[in-house]
DNA sequence: TCTGGGGTCCTAGGACCC
DNA sequence: TCTGGGGTCCTAGGACCC
């Protein structure tokens, strides 16, 4: 989906359409003012100003006419402010991007059902049967499918069609937005090996940053690196998947169905919180995770039996905790209990700016969702060998 | 006044088992 | 005094993605 966050509102309020919009941060008392009015009476100028932002928010989305200014997804809100202060800033409305993901995705996979689902706003379709041929078939039915889904959301997508996943998630990235992409398996050199390494799904900052060092640039560099040279280098898994990927093979399969592998939920704080001078603030927080992220598991009808916490320190360095149960749990007070025990093992002499519990290794329940599940407390004499001791009893 | 929140996967060492 | 070969599970950290 193009700009996807950002698009959703600009459904809602049409007046924004060709400005810098900027979309992140959490929701704030400038926001609800907006709520409730007739949003198309709304003048442009009553929106709320990037320039007036303050926390530690980063975009989500912003409109191309605001990528203009050099502000783009993850960037943080101050950073961005400077950068384009006259940008509109509004929060995410998850909710309402719910709607429209389920939306979009429902109609995609009406016209080709296997379907893999990337997150909010992307998909992997699989129309190898395409009547027609790969290539024209599949231009006829991208279009198709951008235009279902225009009509019934009002919302922009770009389709890439390739042989495999690898390619088709370059080529969807070549005529945005609204675009459509065909790249076959002769379009490799003149299409895919111009391209910088990091255009692959799968190398990110480090990997290009290392493949920089060594003097390869683009895909055409990597497809030209001896193999083993780059097994040496990345190892032998990665340096394979490399040479692989950079003449375009990839045989991963579209994959229709898959479980959760962990539930976790986290808070960046307003300001870096101390173990000791704020604990009683810090406390709360951590109880209403763990009470979070057992209604997440309960909601969703999951159980896990590994328990951890996330710490990540005022310098930004992270560290993680965890304890595996002997039996799965969704039960918040078990889940506030181990990870407390976790919080204990780690380092808390820095200040803290975020917090987060996650609990893994995740099964189905063989209860019906929103069950309460029962806690036996721990006893006295375990909660002394707890303390002697520092295991679970 | 840098740097969200929710995920997946990989690596690597150690414990433990056969 | 020296010391196997697999395998799985647990834990911590980190890269990467949307």
Same mark, same amino acid.
């Given at each position: 989906?193009?700009?996807?966050?950002?698009?959703?509102?600009?459904?809602?309020? %049409? /007046?924004?359409?060709? *400005? &810098? +919009?900027?979309?992140?941060?959490? $929701? =704030?008392?400038?926001?609800?003012?907006? @709520?409730?009015?007739?949003?198309?009476?709304?003048?442009?100028?009553?929106?709320?100003?990037?320039?007036?932002?303050?926390?530690?928010?980063?975009?989500?989305?912003?409109?191309?006419?605001?990528?203009?200014?050099?502000?783009?997804?993850?960037?943080?809100?101050?950073?961005?402010?400077?950068?384009? %202060? /006259?940008?509109?800033? *509004? &929060? +995410?409305?998850?909710?309402?991007? $719910? =709607?429209?993901?389920?939306?979009?995705? @429902?109609?995609?996979?009406?016209?080709?059902?296997?379907?893999?689902?990337?997150?909010?706003?992307?998909?992997?379709?699989?129309?190898?049967?395409?009547?027609?041929?790969?290539?024209?078939?599949?231009?006829?039915?991208?279009?198709?499918?951008?235009?279902?889904?225009?009509?019934?959301?009002?919302?922009?997508?770009?389709?890439?069609?390739?042989?495999?996943?690898?390619?088709?998630?370059?080529?969807?990235?070549?005529?945005?937005?609204?675009?459509?992409?065909?790249?076959?398996?002769?379009?490799?050199?003149?299409?895919?090996?111009?391209?910088?390494?990091?255009?692959?799904?799968?190398?990110?900052?480090?990997?290009?940053?290392?493949?920089?060092?060594?003097?390869?640039?683009?895909?055409?560099?990597?497809?030209?690196?001896?193999?083993?040279?780059?097994?040496?280098?990345?190892?032998?898994?990665?340096?394979?998947?490399?040479?692989?990927?950079?003449?375009g093979r990839d045989d991963r399969p579209v994959v229709t169905e898959s479980e959760p592998v962990s539930m976790s939920r986290e808070t960046t704080f307003d300001r870096?919180?101390?173990?000791?001078?704020?604990?009683?603030?810090?406390?709360?927080?951590?109880?209403?995770?763990?009470?979070?992220?057992?209604?997440?598991?309960?909601?969703?009808?999951?159980?896990?039996?590994?328990?951890?916490?996330?710490?990540?320190?005022?310098?930004?360095?992270?560290?993680?905790?965890?304890?595996?149960?002997?039996?799965?749990?969704?039960?918040?007070?078990?889940?506030?209990?181990?990870?407390?025990?976790?919080?204990?093992?780690?380092?808390?002499?820095?200040?803290?700016?975020?917090?987060?519990?996650?609990?893994?290794?995740?099964?189905?329940?063989?209860?019906?969702?929103?069950?309460?599940?029962?806690?036996?407390?721990?006893?006295?004499?375990?909660?002394?060998?707890?303390?002697?001791?520092?295991?679970?009893?």
């Open positions: 989906m193009d700009a996807f966050y950002a698009s959703v509102e600009l459904l809602r309020y %049409p /007046q924004l359409k060709g *400005l &810098p +919009v900027v979309i992140g941060g959490g $929701r =704030r008392k400038e926001d609800e003012a907006l @709520a409730g009015r007739a949003l198309a009476e709304i003048g442009v100028d009553e929106f709320p100003k990037l320039q007036d932002y303050v926390g530690r928010g980063v975009i989500t989305t912003a409109t191309y006419a605001a990528r203009q200014f050099g502000v783009g997804s993850a960037m943080g809100l101050m950073k961005a402010a400077k950068l384009c %202060p /006259q940008a509109i800033l *509004l &929060p +995410v409305d998850f909710e309402e991007i $719910r =709607r429209y993901s389920r939306q979009f995705k @429902a109609i995609a996979q009406e016209i080709v059902p296997l379907m893999e689902d990337r997150g909010v706003d992307e998909i992997y379709l699989d129309f190898t049967e395409v009547p027609g041929g790969q290539r024209e078939g599949g231009r006829v039915l991208a279009r198709l499918i951008q235009k279902a889904v225009l009509d019934a959301t009002g919302l922009t997508c770009s389709v890439g069609v390739a042989p495999n996943k690898l390619i088709a998630k370059m080529a969807s990235e070549f005529n945005k937005p609204n675009g459509i992409s065909i790249v076959g398996p002769d379009d490799l050199q003149t299409l895919i090996w111009p391209l910088s390494c990091r255009k692959i799904n799968g190398i990110g900052p480090k990997a290009s940053e290392k493949l920089t060092a060594l003097g390869i640039h683009t895909i055409g560099d990597l497809a030209a690196a001896d193999p083993q040279w780059l097994v040496a280098h990345f190892g032998k898994a990665t340096g394979a998947w490399m040479h692989a990927s950079a003449h870096d919180l101390h173990a000791v001078h704020d604990r009683a603030e810090l406390g709360a927080v951590f109880t209403r995770l763990c009470e979070q992220v057992a209604a997440d598991l309960q909601r969703k009808g999951y159980v896990g039996k590994t328990i951890g916490i996330k710490l990540r320190y005022d310098d930004f360095k992270a560290a993680t905790r965890d304890h595996t149960l002997a039996a799965p749990t969704a039960d918040a007070k078990a889940i506030r209990h181990a990870a407390g025990q976790c919080l204990k093992r780690a380092p808390l002499d820095k200040r803290l700016r975020l917090l987060g519990v996650r609990v893994g290794a995740l099964v189905r329940a063989n209860l019906e969702p929103n069950t309460t599940l029962a806690y036996i407390p721990p006893t006295p004499v375990a909660m002394y060998l707890e303390a002697q001791t520092g295991w679970l009893f």
